[in-house]
């Protein structure tokens, strides 16, 4: 004997929502052509009850009720859909737009939100058809009116929760575009919310036209909608109930039913079973001239360099990526926040160099701030200089719009963030996402980056990649997932490859599998890799050279072996005492390094190490260290006053 659970519940009342509604469509649409005359009268059978002939019976003046009720349901399902469609596409967009742009535009489209929402709909929609007169057009556009700001609130809130999403995150660092952004990682993210609000709300309106239609002020007498049919039966319902029950009853199942697809609809969105839909400005010869320089060395517009028509400074054939004194601020509620304060570092071509610190420390704020990117809806500020292959990066008053940090995500510095599944769109399937990005930096045609990004897929150890590349990324395993970023990344065939903590989420067989990738990317020297990590013994056996990064700025950085069996800043030490050994007897307590790191909106004078460091001095609390080498017989810079031997 078997059992229904609650999902065979509900698939049964979905398939019965849907049956019911599709029959309504298919009555509205074909009632015309039906043989039913909802004008026809038989005086002599006025307020018959249902039969064979007069399936709902007929109405006060003989009329067949069950023709009405047929013919009703097209200026109720009219008002149903048309209205909430419009207010689909007027207030999701603005909604979507708040949410994307965010600075200017979000704070007048939130008081425009509020100030609509302090307003009863049914009120305002018996106000306006008071003023306007009843009509058809008329309560559709006021309904429509009543919908745009619900729909922009609720398109906004969704669309700032996917744009704190690392995906979106990813494209950005890839430098996509505000339009494509909206309509390419948004848009397909927002649009099932939407779609199931626009569901509920159509539900919604059919009752404010009933209720209007009820109150004399709907559609007018010319039309016949269910309201009316219900208003014209109140009088009766003592000895005829049928005449109001038979529409209202109309207007319930279709109501419930729409919110029955509504929540169907959500809920197989919310177990990952939904697929995929499937800008060009002023600023665009800028952008494809800007990507010439970086992918020739030459500026194809003008025949000079990017720093105001003069020649950029020749770097050494060997460094790929060079960071000098780069700092960066964020506007917060609490003041300025100093997440990165002064950082120098440099990157050879074909060179993994471990970016090592505690969660806090500013490492993937660094990581941005390569190519001027600041989180979303924060102020930053970019001061210093990142050449890429003797390319300055953050060169104008706005880097984050300069059109040479925007050419270079992605295409000159790639980024792959912690977790896969969050960095992979989920609406999307993996082959047609790592084609965008090919098509773009790129410039394949469609065939051709479909091809190439079954190739990447292959070439990061994916097996039966074409099948893979059909695949959505909750279908993949947290291995796969991470080589699918890593082939996302390389799409754009990027020079400098940022790893931000790709192993975190791994077991230990696929840490190693990931770290042997990439060392076998590196391998020719076309790719530099950074790879961000909080394990200073993975680093120091996968790094060339290791830079230890505390409080936003590099505190020490040489050879990776050095660096991790003779560290010589005591936060370097700290770390490695803290990481257990394998060497240790049993039981005992792991090293603890005392206090906290400081916050970056109220950074201490002098060292930033120093309240926490059992070596500090006066000349600590006062002064703050450069990074240089302190040694005698030959070391590796570190900044402290105090080094270890």
Known sequence: ??????????????????????????????????????????????????????????????EDLFARVVHGSRVSLVVGLVAPLLGLLVGGLIGMAAGT?????????????????????????????????????????????????????????????????????AARATGTGWWRLLTREVLPNVIIVLATYALVLAGLAMLVEGALSFLGVGVGTDKTSWGQLVAAGQGDLDRAPHLSLFPAAALMLTVVSLSQVADAVGGRWAQGGAGPLGRTGPRRHRLERARAVLDTGTDTGTG???????????????????????HTTLGTAAGAAHVVRGVDLDLAAGELLGLAGESGSGKSMLARSLVALAPYGTVAAFRGSVRLDGRELLDGHDPTRHPTAVAARGRGIAQVLQDPMTALDPVARIGPQIAELARRHRHLDRRRASALAVELLQRVGVGDAPDRAERYPHELSGGLRQRAAIALALAAEPRVLVADEPTSALDVTNQAVLLDLLDELRGDGALSVLLISHDLALLAERADRIAVLYAGTVVEVGPAAA?????????????????????????????????????PSAMPDGCAFAPRCPRAEDRCRRLAPVLEDRSEGGGHPVACWFPLD
């Open 1 to 62: 004997m078997s059992r229904r659970g609650p999902r065979d519940g509900s698939r049964l009342a979905t398939g019965a929502a849907l049956t019911w509604l599709a029959l309504l469509a298919v009555a509205a649409l074909t009632a015309s052509w039906l043989p039913l005359d909802p004008n026809r009268q038989d005086l002599r059978n006025g307020r018959a009850a249902p039969s064979l002939e007069h399936w709902f019976g007929t109405s006060r003046l003989g």
């Open 101 to 169: 742009v965010g600075r200017w535009l979000d704070p007048p489209v939130t008081v425009f939100i509020d100030a609509a929402a302090a307003f009863p709909p049914l009120v305002v929609a018996l106000g306006l058809t008071l003023v306007r007169g009843p009509g058809l057009s008329t309560v559709t556009t006021t309904l429509a009116l009543l919908t745009v700001p619900l729909f922009a609130r609720v398109a906004r809130n969704a669309t700032l929760d996917v744009m704190h999403r690392d995906f979106v995150l």
């Open 304 to 326: 000079t360099g990017m720093n105001g028509g003069l020649a950029a400074d020749a770097a050494p054939a060997e460094l790929r990526l060079g960071v000098r004194g780069l």
């Open 563 to 599: 660096v991790h069996q003779g560290p010589r800043h005591p936060y370097t030490a700290g770390l490695v005492a803290a990481a257990p050994q394998p060497d240790r007897p049993p039981h005992q307590r792991l090293a603890v390094m005392a206090g906290s790191p400081p916050s």
